[in-house]
């Protein structure tokens, strides 16, 4: 994400777990909005909050890291605590009731698993959710 700043648009970083001292006086120079996942548990995640911040127009980057590894264990760098399917679900929903345009999605960080598709299977439903949140006839609404 760091390159991305770079080239000038606004980031907001939802779920991070861990970083690094470099990267985190960083996000404090320069006044990035981050929503870590260590300051919420549960179902307490700010969405509007977090909706209210990226504005009208994103391009979603979805770091399957994100997730709790008890739900996406093929990922590169798995991290306890991580986000739910519900939440990611209740995210999607608060950008885009928001009104937030969906300008394009990419999803990184896969890894799957030999002898296993659980992790295939989460990003591939994951991704066809967001679809249908943004652009199905009847906006999914579960």
Same mark, same amino acid.
């Given at each position: 994400? $760091? $390159? =991305?700043?770079e080239l000038g648009p606004d980031l907001v970083s939802v779920g991070i777990r861990s970083l690094e001292r470099?990267?985190?006086d960083f996000i404090e120079a320069e006044k990035i909005k981050v929503f870590p996942g260590w300051n919420f548990s549960g179902e307490d995640y700010p969405w509007t909050e977090v909706a209210a911040a990226v504005g009208e127009r994103v391009y979603l980057? /979805? !770091?399957? !890291? =994100?997730? !709790?590894? %008890?739900? =996406?264990p093929g990922v590169g760098t798995p991290e306890p605590g991580g986000l739910r399917w519900r939440q990611a679900l209740d995210l999607f929903r608060a950008l885009r009731d928001a009104g937030?345009? *969906?300008?394009?999605? !990419? *999803? =990184?960080?896969?890894?799957?698993r030999e002898g296993s598709i659980i992790s295939? &299977?989460?990003?591939? $439903?994951?991704?066809?959710?967001? /679809?249908?949140?943004? &652009?199905?006839?009847?906006?999914? /609404? %579960?």
């Open positions: 994400m $760091r $390159r =991305v700043y470099e990267e985190a980057t /979805i !770091d399957l !890291d =994100v997730f !709790d590894p %008890s739900e =996406v937030t345009t *969906l300008a394009g999605a !990419d *999803l =990184v960080e896969l890894c799957p295939e &299977f989460y990003a591939a $439903r994951l991704l066809y959710k967001l /679809i249908g949140y943004f &652009f199905g006839p009847e906006k999914e /609404i %579960s």
